[in-house]
């Protein structure tokens, strides 16, 4: 048994004398194997992610917005990115296309996912389930730190010659396959080993959350009684283990093409262009679940705690977590309708990816049926779930035009497509983060964050987050292509002007408004209001222990009597009822859904 | 900037085809729309109308098996429906290719597109066939079939006035087809990240009147050049 095991075990035995045993420094902060701080790694590490690719954002937008016009202070960067002239340095068109490949690699791979997966996934799993820890704590050591050279390598790439990948984020072959063809061979084979480096790390993740759910149950947590954050997280753990190997074996292929000749997707040497994006997208696809079911799974506990009432449908909500991880699998040709694929395909896909609207939509209706006849109090957290929900509507809407195959044809690859995706990627999944952050923060922190400036921060966001991306829709529908450096070689595209700079000048806002979020979270750490136990009333297990929790988690091992939304129920003179909250004596209303009281022994443990 | 800059209208189109892609737009653009203004209204409605006060205690409810049925069913027919209306159209753009369309090879290379023509046999791939750079040129009312290839990496053939996109693919040979009903000068553009000058691979499609483009052509075939 490994020191870090006795110390729990004796800590557990010791009915929660934890702190007794202090853990070296290094043991405790830096290689850590106690997963809420791996959390908090993952959490500042992604958070950082999070500003380069902003920054990297922003950029982007000053060149869309002034095309071919120097940008100021841009004189810093090197001659290989951006040109000098008398003016100023003005940004060279293989520069650009590492930004559009770095900003969609580093906010999908870099910070949306490990912000879903790496930070709620290690803090809320144990303490939702009752587990004192993951059933691997090393191996979650090993995720974490495999991620950090995954990302020092991508970040590095912007400094070896021919500067960063510039293949885009999908690298499609052959221009991803040679610097032949892009001008950068280096990048593009560090893109690829961090890729692949960092999807070791979620593949050990993946292995660690699936085992834990498995066998760390609390006595009384039958499957039924899981929180939707813990569920979402579970059925998205699945899909990274499924996944991730199909991307691996990719990125492997393509490094072979570009290193040692082999010819897996170039057509010059008998190879097939077209199994990249297959295999790519039969990777990708599954990979845009993963980075929305734990956001929808974060919304899902905040609406139904702010909104004082249970989930609706709790379990439809599970079933369409469930049915979207299946269905996510057989709709990855809806990327490549326009790829040369046999077109009788596109058809397939357009009915596979019609069926996957309707779990979308019974999620989306059952929030709504959340906040019928509640009691909704709005708090950050809660604005934030709240635009998570309508820009998902918009972001899942605005999906059904690429879903249908000829409308498809005239929007694929323009702007329309970016309005989507960021409806979703920001829209959802950021928004989702956003309400995650602030709702766990006093439990990570033992500290509420600021309120009054958690506002302002939700408002001016949610305010410039759309003048930046809903008028994406329009240039899109006026045929502006993405992934083009001066859109004003285009007659067609010249009158987008005014919209692209009014767009540029909303998005430096919004990065800029990032800035209330960054003093507000570092302030409340130090200098929030202290936080109870359970600031939120919230019924979940997390809630039971302190904040920020010790070592261990639970000083005894809880058992669990009911479901997870019991909010307002006729049991409870409060408004909430914990799941550890044994029933009332005698005969009286059921605890509801779902499941009768259960006996410890028939529990699994 | 000005109002119609928010516009969902698309621009104009000319082919044979584009009035039926338009149509399926605007159906989804009503279904989605009404949608839209439906969830986010009740929404709205909602948070405005169970907001925290004084005393509230929110209603002990666990959800309606009816409801979820209900709303379960009318999001597969009508996605259903939108797909079956989809198909057909699909399958006139990208499948079937009308028959004595005049054919032209477009082969991608960065970054310009290469238009090989027939030449005054009618025939490809003989002796006689030329080659223009950026440019398409065809008839008004008569059908084309580009056979569309590319030399090095990805590119996409489009042509948003004409309502066509479709992927070059090095190796591969891709029928595009479209009937352009009206004659004027309208935009090639790439519409797949193909390189360092992906931004300037642009040119022109020209639709002439029948007679112009018999005199484009003529005059093309007997311009010397080099052979393609």
Same mark, same amino acid.
């Given at each position: 048994?490994?020191?870090?095991?006795?110390?729990?075990?004796?800590?557990?035995?010791?009915?929660?004398?934890?702190?007794?045993?202090?853990?070296?420094?290094?043991?405790?902060?830096?290689?850590?194997?106690?997963?809420?701080?791996?959390?908090?790694?993952?959490?500042?590490?992604?958070?950082?992610?999070?500003?380069?690719?902003?920054?990297?954002?922003?950029?982007?937008?000053?060149?869309?917005?002034?095309?071919?016009?120097?940008?100021?202070?841009?004189?810093?960067?090197?001659?290989?990115?951006?040109?000098?002239?008398?003016?100023?340095?003005?940004?060279?068109?293989?520069?650009?296309?590492?930004?559009?490949?770095?900003?969609?690699?580093?906010?999908?791979?870099?910070?949306?996912?490990?912000?879903?997966?790496?930070?709620?996934?290690?803090?809320?799993?144990?303490?939702?389930?009752?587990?004192?820890?993951?059933?691997?704590?090393?191996?979650?050591?090993?995720?974490?730190?495999?991620?950090?050279?995954?990302?020092?390598?991508?970040?590095?790439?912007?400094?070896?010659?021919?500067?960063?990948?510039?293949?885009?984020?999908?690298?499609?072959?052959?221009?991803?396959?040679?610097?032949?063809?892009?001008?950068?061979?280096?990048?593009?084979?560090?893109?690829?080993?961090?890729?692949?480096?960092?999807?070791?790390?979620?593949?050990?993740?993946?292995?660690?959350?699936?085992?834990?759910?498995?066998?760390?149950?609390?006595?009384?947590?039958?499957?039924?009684?899981?929180?939707?954050?813990?569920?979402?997280?579970?059925?998205?753990?699945?899909?990274?283990?499924?996944?991730?190997?199909?991307?691996?074996?990719?990125?492997?292929?393509?490094?072979?093409?570009?290193?040692?000749?082999?010819?897996?997707?170039?057509?010059?040497?008998?190879?097939?262009?077209?199994?990249?994006?297959?295999?790519?997208?039969?990777?990708?696809?599954?990979?845009?679940?993963?980075?929305?079911?734990?956001?929808?799974?974060?919304?899902?506990?905040?609406?139904?705690?702010?909104?004082?009432?249970?989930?609706?449908?709790?379990?439809?909500?599970?079933?369409?977590?469930?049915?979207?991880?299946?269905?996510?699998?057989?709709?990855?040709?809806?990327?490549?309708?326009?790829?040369?694929?046999?077109?009788?395909?596109?058809?397939?896909?357009?009915?596979?990816?019609?069926?996957?609207?309707?779990?979308?939509?019974?999620?989306?209706?059952?929030?709504?049926?959340?906040?019928?006849?509640?009691?909704?109090?709005?708090?950050?957290?809660?604005?934030?779930?709240?635009?998570?929900?309508?820009?998902?509507?918009?972001?899942?809407?605005?999906?059904?035009?690429?879903?249908?195959?000829?409308?498809?044809?005239?929007?694929?690859?323009?702007?329309?497509?970016?309005?989507?995706?960021?409806?979703?990627?920001?829209?959802?999944?950021?928004?989702?983060?956003?309400?995650?952050?602030?709702?766990?923060?006093?439990?990570?922190?033992?500290?509420?964050?600021?309120?009054?400036?958690?506002?302002?921060?939700?408002?001016?966001?949610?305010?410039?987050?759309?003048?930046?991306?809903?008028?994406?829709?329009?240039?899109?529908?006026?045929?502006?292509?993405?992934?083009?450096?001066?859109?004003?070689?285009?007659?067609?595209?010249?009158?987008?002007?005014?919209?692209?700079?009014?767009?540029?000048?909303?998005?430096?806002?919004?990065?800029?408004?990032?800035?209330?979020?960054?003093?507000?979270?570092?302030?409340?750490?130090?200098?929030?209001?202290?936080?109870?136990?359970?600031?939120?009333?919230?019924?979940?297990?997390?809630?039971?222990?302190?904040?920020?929790?010790?070592?261990?988690?639970?000083?005894?091992?809880?058992?669990?009597?009911?479901?997870?939304?019991?909010?307002?129920?006729?049991?409870?003179?409060?408004?909430?009822?914990?799941?550890?909250?044994?029933?009332?004596?005698?005969?009286?209303?059921?605890?509801?859904?779902?499941?009768?009281?259960?006996?410890?022994?028939?529990?699994?443990? | 900037?000005?109002?119609?800059?928010?516009?969902?209208?698309?621009?104009?189109?000319?082919?044979?085809?584009?009035?039926?892609?338009?149509?399926?737009?605007?159906?989804?653009?009503?279904?989605?729309? &009404?949608?839209?203004?439906? @969830?986010?209204?009740?929404?709205?409605? $909602? %948070?405005?109308?169970? =907001?925290? +006060?004084?005393?509230?205690?929110?209603?002990?409810?666990?959800?309606?098996?009816?409801?979820?049925?209900?709303?379960?069913?009318?999001?597969?027919?009508?996605?259903?429906?939108?797909?079956?209306?989809?198909?057909?159209?699909?399958?006139?753009?990208?499948?079937?290719?009308?028959?004595?369309?005049?054919?032209?090879?477009?082969?991608?290379?960065?970054?310009?597109?290469?238009?090989?023509?027939?030449?005054?046999?009618?025939?490809?791939?003989?002796?006689?066939?030329?080659?223009?750079?950026?440019?398409?040129?065809?008839?008004?009312?008569?059908?084309?079939? &580009?056979?569309?290839?590319? @030399?090095?990496?990805?590119?996409?053939? $489009? %042509?948003?006035?004409? =309502?066509? +996109?479709?992927?070059?693919?090095?190796?591969?040979?891709?029928?595009?087809?479209?009937?352009?009903?009206?004659?004027?000068?309208?935009?090639?553009?790439?519409?797949?990240?193909?390189?360092?000058?992906?931004?300037?691979?642009?040119?022109?499609?020209?639709?002439?009147?029948?007679?112009?483009?018999?005199?484009?052509?003529?005059?093309?075939?007997?311009?010397?050049?080099?052979?393609?």
């Amino acid at each position: 048994m490994s020191t870090t095991e006795k110390d729990i075990a004796s800590a557990v035995d010791a009915g929660g004398q934890h702190d007794h045993h202090e853990i070296p420094w290094i043991r405790k902060y830096v290689f850590a194997t106690d997963h809420k701080m791996i959390a908090k790694q993952f959490m500042f590490v992604s958070l950082f992610f999070l500003v380069v690719g902003g920054a990297l954002a922003g950029m982007m937008r000053f060149q869309l917005g002034f095309p071919g016009q120097p940008m100021p202070g841009a004189g810093i960067l090197p001659d290989a990115m951006m040109a000098p002239t008398p003016n100023g340095a003005i940004m060279l068109p293989e520069f650009y296309n590492s930004l559009v490949t770095m900003h969609g690699t580093i906010m999908i791979f870099f910070a949306i996912m490990p912000l879903l997966v790496g930070l709620f996934g290690n803090l809320l799993i144990p303490l939702q389930i009752g587990a004192e820890d993951m059933a691997f704590p090393r191996l979650n050591m090993a995720s974490f730190w495999l991620a950090v050279p995954a990302g020092m390598l991508m970040l590095a790439s912007f400094a070896v010659e021919g500067g960063a990948a510039g293949a885009g984020w999908t690298s499609y072959a052959p221009l991803s396959t040679s610097g032949e063809w892009t001008g950068v061979y280096l990048g593009q084979q560090l893109w690829l080993v961090s890729l692949t480096i960092l999807g070791f790390s979620s593949l050990i993740g993946a292995v660690n959350y699936i085992t834990t759910v498995i066998n760390l149950r609390a006595p009384g947590m039958t499957w039924f009684r899981i929180p939707l954050a813990t569920w979402s997280l579970f059925v998205t753990a699945v899909l990274i283990l499924l996944a991730i190997p199909i991307l691996a074996g990719a990125l492997l292929m393509l490094l072979f093409d570009q290193t040692i000749g082999t010819g897996f997707f170039r057509p010059d040497v008998g190879g097939e262009p077209l199994l990249w994006q297959h295999l790519f997208w039969f990777f990708g696809h599954p990979e845009v679940y993963i980075l929305i079911l734990p956001a929808m799974g974060i919304t899902s506990e905040v609406l139904s705690n702010r909104a004082r009432k249970p989930i609706f449908g709790y379990h439809s909500m599970v079933l369409a977590l469930i049915s979207i991880g299946f269905l996510g699998w057989i709709v990855w040709g809806h990327h490549m309708f326009q790829s040369g694929m046999n077109p009788l395909l596109g058809t397939s896909f357009m009915i596979s990816t019609m069926a996957i609207a309707v779990p979308s939509a019974i999620k989306t209706f059952n929030w709504l049926g959340t906040l019928w006849k509640a009691d909704i109090h709005f708090d950050v957290p809660m604005l934030h779930a709240l635009s998570f929900v309508s820009m998902f509507i918009i972001g899942g809407l605005s999906g059904i035009f690429m879903a249908s195959t000829p409308v498809d044809i005239y929007i694929h690859d323009t702007y329309f497509i970016v309005a989507h995706l960021h409806y979703v990627l920001f829209g959802g999944s950021l928004f989702a983060i956003f309400a995650g952050i602030t709702y766990w923060f006093p439990k990570m922190f033992g500290r509420m964050m600021n309120e009054p400036l958690g506002k302002v921060h939700f408002v001016l966001t949610f305010i410039f987050y759309n003048l930046v991306f809903f008028p994406m829709h329009n240039l899109g529908l006026q045929g502006m292509m993405r992934r083009i450096y001066d859109f004003t070689q285009y007659d067609f595209l010249q009158p987008l002007q005014p919209m692209n700079q009014f767009i540029t000048l909303f998005a430096f806002a919004l990065i800029t408004t990032q800035v209330l979020f960054v003093i507000n979270f570092f302030w409340s750490i130090f200098k929030g209001e202290t936080a109870g136990n359970n600031p939120w009333n919230s019924n979940t297990l997390e809630w039971t222990v302190p904040s920020p929790p010790p070592h261990g988690n639970f000083a005894q091992m809880p058992t669990v009597f009911r479901g997870p939304y019991e909010y307002s129920s006729p049991e409870s003179d409060d408004d909430f009822l914990p799941q550890t909250t044994p029933p009332r004596e005698g005969p009286g209303p059921s605890s509801g859904v779902p499941a009768p009281t259960p006996t410890p022994e028939g529990a699994e443990v | 900037m000005t109002w119609s800059d928010w516009s969902w209208v698309l621009p104009d189109a000319f082919s044979t085809f584009s009035d039926d892609v338009d149509m399926i737009y605007y159906v989804i653009l009503w279904v989605t729309g &009404i949608i839209f203004v439906i @969830t986010e209204g009740v929404l709205i409605y $909602f %948070l405005v109308r169970y =907001r925290h +006060k004084e005393g509230r205690k929110a209603t002990y409810d666990h959800g309606s098996s009816k409801l979820e049925i209900v709303w379960t069913t009318a999001t597969l027919v009508v996605c259903l429906a939108l797909g079956i209306v989809s198909k057909g159209v699909w399958d006139t753009m990208k499948i079937d290719v009308p028959e004595g369309a005049m054919e032209i090879i477009v082969t991608a290379q960065q970054f310009e597109w290469h238009v090989t023509y027939p030449g005054p046999d009618g025939a490809l791939g003989t002796a006689d066939d030329f080659e223009v750079l950026n440019q398409i040129h065809a008839a008004v009312d008569e059908p084309v079939w &580009i056979h569309l290839r590319a @030399t090095d990496v990805l590119h996409s053939l $489009f %042509l948003p006035e004409m =309502r066509v +996109k479709q992927d070059a693919v090095p190796g591969k040979d891709i029928p595009v087809w479209f009937e352009a009903t009206a004659t004027g000068e309208y935009t090639i553009g790439c519409a797949e990240l193909c390189g360092i000058g992906h931004t300037t691979m642009n040119g022109t499609l020209t639709i002439h009147t029948a007679a112009d483009f018999q005199a484009w052509a003529t005059a093309q075939a007997q311009r010397p050049r080099p052979r393609p």
